[in-house]
C-alpha cells in the first residue's frame, strides 16, 4: 500500500454488500486497494472493472483472471464497459481524492510543499496542465475556480494578481504561484489558502466536477435493483453533488411529483454518511477529510 494507502477501506467495501459471483466497478483504482479488498470477495464467477487515467496508476493492475483495468477516466464508465460485453452491474466504488503518489511525487505538480513545474493533470496525455491555466486565462476565469473550485472569498484579488504578474513573468512553478500570491498568505494561514488554491486549479486541469455529474448520471442505468454505490469524498463541493443526487437523482432542483404527490427517485440512502475513525485518521492523515456516502438502486 506504498503507492496510496485506501481510506475507510472495510467501510466502502463492506457497503456494497458484496455477491460472491457479482460484477462490481471500482472507479478510482489508484494503488489497488480497494479492488484488492472486493476481490477477496468474490468467488470465480465474479468481475471487477477498474477505471484510472492516471499511467502510473495503471502500472499497478493486478494479476488476477476476475480483474480488468481500464486505462480511462470513469465519466466514461457506460461506454467502456458496453465494450465489455458488461451493461449491468451489482455494485459502483468510487474514492474521489487524489492518491497518495501523485502528492508525493514532486514533479506532478499537485503538492504545495514541492517546487515543481505547475502540472496537476491525472492523465499527463492531456494538453491542459496547471501551468497553461495560470498563464492563459482570462482573469474573469481564474476568479471563477477560485471561487467556485477553491471557495476562496479573495477570489478576485487573486484572479487580478496573477494576471498582473504574469505580464512581466510567466507564472511556471508551483514556487512562482507561491511568490506571486505570497501576500494573500497571512500567518497561520498559509497552508490552508495555498491548498485551496491548489484544489481549485487542479480541479479545473482534470474537469473533475463535470467528470462526477457524468459518472453519477450514469450509474441510475448501470446498477441492477439493490446494486450498491460506495462513494467517499474529501471536500464539499464532490460531497454535495453526491448527497443531492443520492437524495433526489438531480445536482438542482427537486424532482418532479405525480398527480398524488409522491416522487420518484433511483436511489435510496443507506444509513448515515460514514467518517474514518481518530484511529485511521492518526494512521492516515489525508483520510481526515473523507466522506463515504452509500445507497441502494431502487
Known sequence: MEYHKPVLLKESVDGLQVESGGIYVDVTFGGGGHSVEILKRLDSNGRLYAFDQDQDA??????DERFKLIP???RFIKRFLRFEGVKKVNGILGDFGVSSHQFNIAERGFSTRFEAKLDMRMDTSVEVDAQKIINEYEEKELRKIFWEYGELKNAAKLAKEIVVKRKQKPINTSGE???TISHFLPAGKENKILAQVFQAIRI???EEIEALKEFLTQTEDLLDPGGRLSLISYHSLEDRLVKRYIRSGLFEGEPEKDFYGNVSVPFKKIGKMIVPTKEEIKKNN?????KLRIAERI
Open 58 to 63: 495503471q502500472k499497478n493492475a493486478l494479476a
Open 72 to 74: 480511462a477516466n470513469f
Open 177 to 179: 504561484l507561491k511568490e
Open 204 to 206: 479545473e486541469v482534470n
Open 286 to 290: 489525508r483520510a481526515r477529510s473523507a
